[in-house]
Structures are given as structure tokens and as C-alpha cells.
């Protein structure tokens, strides 16, 4: 019900209830909430020279040879595998001579931004460290079990295991764990790990990517250094820049902009929302659900995963194409955990941590023709090396770091870092297990665009034809074009702190610990009508936005960064370092 003031009761209880940061104006009355909502008109366009700047490395410039932008399992595996093989190349007295490789991490440490489910093929463990036995990796224990359900409100059928969804052979694991150890490997082989520097933009010469410009930190809102913590942007010139910042990364879109490299279909996305529960009740299994609390018109699922007898993973994933503007995919994991299955293992317990991030889940048709070009190349979920109905990425952007890897280190020995010296990476991963098991997969979560009970039975078709069936590509939009209708207001649900948590409430488990006073790091569209205004206040899962009635309340320090919201409107840029999420088991 929306109320003369033009605020809104139910649903709210998810939100915030100390604004920090006003200002938008609304172009509509509140009070005539159209049925429909349509986010493009509100979307501002992707600022393409903020990110990319026709500028040579400053004077004081860091010089380094390859620069990772993003310390996850793409970036880190990439960074090893180079100083390995420049390591080799010096030991056979090759001619390289020593090189300055260097990863920027946003976060303040390692892992802090990385957030996943996760069940992971260890394949590429393999690959990177084949002296090493599996149970050297930082994975905790093999799946011996699994089980799918299919939910109704009170119910559950369990459904024999999907042939994607199978998990013999990979194992439980924590990414932020991962992260952490693939940093101290990284170091250990003299890779220069860089914690606490976003990148903020590619520096260019003509169309050569040649180095990045970090985010300066200590600014006031408005810009201005505030006294002495403050620190300006820093330059760092390399002759390869490898773009793995993850899902919906904004330099990898404007990149590809910049240079006109498209995809089959547009990338659509996901959202996540992530769970750590300390609990009484062991899970002996990988749990998989589909059906309530998601309407048959929107695809997605939740996972339950033991990390150990007392800790168990849980989440939510939802396409971000569904069409209820006031769905919130928070609020729907927290009614989820009444549920008896899941209600059974956290009665008694006490949720230690909650984040939440998105998946790129295009899949095959959603990979740019080219993940390369002049003194570049993107890796991992940046270019949307994840294959969704597995829910497998983490060994893809792995496989693909280490790929780039090898393409660098072989443009460097020539001298050649332009993008016919690197095209070597992208035909790399086109033949490689990434393309091909994307290509299996290529149709499976496009048949879910009109509902689940057709999904389930083209993608059955699919996995009985190897792939070969529907032949045709499923085409797509993007998650942005979908109009959406304003759904009922649904009945309010009174967060316990127990059980269900408030957006506050979660954002605090988060670890975020954003500065109140920096810049502001959202880019609003200026005509933002109160249809999309409810949108993005539901649909963010940390309450950054609010609609209050004509006007548009931005939380911003509340930003865990899952850019879910940049996928449909607001730009989401890179702010000071160590701002966001401080993940520690994610
Ligand atoms: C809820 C959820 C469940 C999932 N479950 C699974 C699973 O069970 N198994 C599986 O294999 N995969 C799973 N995935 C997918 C998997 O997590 C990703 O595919 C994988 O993490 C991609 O690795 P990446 O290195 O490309 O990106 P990320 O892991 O996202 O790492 C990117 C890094 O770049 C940093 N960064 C970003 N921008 C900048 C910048 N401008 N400057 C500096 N640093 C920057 C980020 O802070 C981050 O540390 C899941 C994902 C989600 C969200
Ligand atoms: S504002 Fe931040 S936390 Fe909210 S959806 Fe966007 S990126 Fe995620």
C-alpha cells in the first residue's frame, strides 16, 4: 500500500532506516505508480573516457610489465603461472631477464571482495601446480553426496540429480580461503600483490592499452583531499594489462566498447545472495533447490553446502530478468529459511557472515568474439567464462588466467604485445574445456527466458541431444530492455536478528566497513521515476536505495559492490580502496 506521504510499509523492514545520502529528484507522482517499469529511459550511459583515459603513465609511475587487475582465483592463477614461466625461462637461461608482474585488489585484503558459493572442479588446481596433490589445495572436503529438491511453500520433492548438477570429484570450498592461498603462492613466486588499489582506468596510447590509474583515497564527498590520509591516484605503465575484476566488470564493458567488440547475445546476469550459518545440525550433502520461493517465471535456484560439521554455505541465485519489479531476491532468502529443509539445520543456530554478488550467466553466446586486443586481454567471470546450470566458474576463470598467462609470456619473448601478438589467448580458450563446455551448455539457461516448466523440458532435450538440440541459438535481451511490471505488495516480513535479517542487519554481517564521507561511487540517471525507484530498492540487496515518495535515498557506503543494480541502471564505478564488503569464508 503506498501512503499519502508516498512512503511504503511493506517491505521496508528489509531497509535501512538511516539515510545518509539524498538528492535525486523523481520525475513522477508517486501516488500514480504505473503497472509498468521500464529501466532503460533511467539508465545513464556507460562512461566509456572515465574509464579508459588518453593519458601516458604520470612521471611517478610504477613500472611494471604485466599488470592483473583484480586479485580473484583469474587474476591470481594468471599472475602464477606467468612468474612461473618467467621463472623457468630465466633458469634455462632464456632471454627475458626478471619480470615486474603486479596485481590491484580493491579490497584491503586478499579475498575480502570475493564472494561464491562453492563447489569447485579442482581442475585447475591441477593444471597450476602439478607437483602438488590435491590435498595440498586450499578445498575442504570432496562432495560424497547430493541431493536436488524441488520446493513447494511447505514441501519439498526430491528429484533424481540433474547431469549438470552432478558434483563427483569437486570439492567444498570457501573462495575467500582460495583467494588467500593463491595470494601467498602468488608472492612467494615475487609476484607484487597490491591490496587496497582499485583500479580506476585504463591509461591509452592511440588504441594500446598501456597502463592503469588507481583510485586516489582519503577525498571528501565532494572530491576534495580531507587532510593527511589522503593519497593521490598512482600510475602504473605495463606492456600487458589483463582485465580480471569479475562479474560485470565497468573497464571490461567500456573496453569492449571502445575497441566495438560485441557477442552473440548480450551478457545477462544473476544475483546471489550468500549465507554462512554456524549450526547444531551437521549437513552430510551438497544441497540443490528449485521452485518456491521463486515464481515459475523466474529462473534460479538455492544451494546448501557443508563447509564443516558446524558451518554451512547457503544462497539464493535469481536471474536478474525477473519480471516482478518488487521481487528482492534478500527477502526471499530470508523467507526461505522457514522453509523445513533448511529450517531443520539453522534452528539453533547463528548466521556469521551474509554478502551477496552476481554471476555473469549468458554462458556461450554471451562471450565477446575477442578477449584480447593492444596490450590487453580479459579473463575469468569479466569476459563470462561460467557455465550456469552447473554453477561452475571459478576453474574457468582459473583455466583462462592461465592461459593468458602463457599467450603474455610468449608475447613478450617476441616483443609483440599488440593484439595480433596476444590473439593467441582468445583461440586458446576457444579450444580449450572453457568453450567447450560453455558450447554443451550454450542453450540450457536460455530456455528458462519464458518460465521454468519449459525450461525443464528444452533443457532436458538438451542434455539427452548432448547439447545438439534446440540447434538454433536461443536469442536474448539484456537484463536492462526487460519491462517489468509492478508486482503486489506482498506481506511484510518482520525480521526475528534470529532467523531472517534486516538489509542493516546483513550489510553489518558483511564486514562492510566503508568510510561515511567518501565520494559518492553510484552514477544515477537523472530521470529515475518511482516505478524504477521501487525496483532498485528491492532489488539491491544491501538497501542502498530507498524511493521516498518524490525523491531517491542512496546509501551508498552501504555498497557491497555485487553490482547487481549496474546490470539494470545506476553505474556502479570503482571508489576508495578497502571500501566495501570485508568477506572472511565466503
Ligand atoms: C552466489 C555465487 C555462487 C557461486 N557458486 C560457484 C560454485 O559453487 N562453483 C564455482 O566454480 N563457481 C561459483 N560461482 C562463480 C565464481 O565465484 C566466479 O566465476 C569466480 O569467482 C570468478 O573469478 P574471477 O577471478 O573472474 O572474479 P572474482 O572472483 O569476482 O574476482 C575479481 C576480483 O577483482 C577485484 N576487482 C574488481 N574490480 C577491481 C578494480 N577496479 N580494481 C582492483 N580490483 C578489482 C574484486 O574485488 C575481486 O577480488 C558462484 C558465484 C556466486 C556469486
Ligand atoms: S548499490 Fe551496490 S550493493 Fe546495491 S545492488 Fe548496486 S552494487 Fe549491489
Redesign the pocket.
Known sequence: MVHASGRLDPGDSFLSTAPRNTGVKMSADPLVLSHSVNLLDARPDLPVERFLVAEPPGPDAVPMDVVF???????LAGAIELARLAKRDSETGGSLGELEIGV????SQLGE?????????PSAFHELFPELSIDDFPLRDPVSKESVYLLTESGSVRVPVPPTMKNHGNYVAS?CEI?RWLGAKAEAYGVNVFPG???DSLLTDGGKVIGVRTTPAGLSRDGEPDGHDAMPAMDLSARVTVL????R?P?SQAWLDWEGVASENPQIFAL?V?ELWKVKVPLDRVVHTLGWPLSTATFGGS?MYPLADDLIAL?L?VGLDYPDARFDVHGALQQMKGHPLFHHYLAGGEMVEWGA???PEGGYYSVPSRRHGDGLCI????AGY?EVSS???????MHSGILAARQIFEALKLDDTSETGLSGYSSAVDSSVIMRDLKKRRNMRLAFKDGLFGGVLKAGLMTVTGGALPRDKITIEEDASKTRVLGKVQGQLTPDGDLTFSKADAVYKSGNQTRDDIPQHLVVGEDVSPEVAEMLEHMCPAGVYERDGTGLIINAPNCI?CKATDVVGPRWT?REGGSGPGYRQM
Request: hydrophobic share 40%.
Open positions: 587487475v583484480g586479485g580473484g582465483p583469474a587474476g590491484l585488489e580493491k579490497a571482495h570475493n564472494l561464491s558459493g562453492a563447489v569447485v572442479n573462495i583467494v588499489f582499485p583500479v580480471a575484476e569479475g562479474t566488470g573497464l546471489g550468500k544451494f544462497g541465485v554478488k552476481t554471476i579473463v575469468g567471470d569479466s561460467v554453477l561452475k566458474g571459478i576453474h574457468y576463470a559492490d570503482p
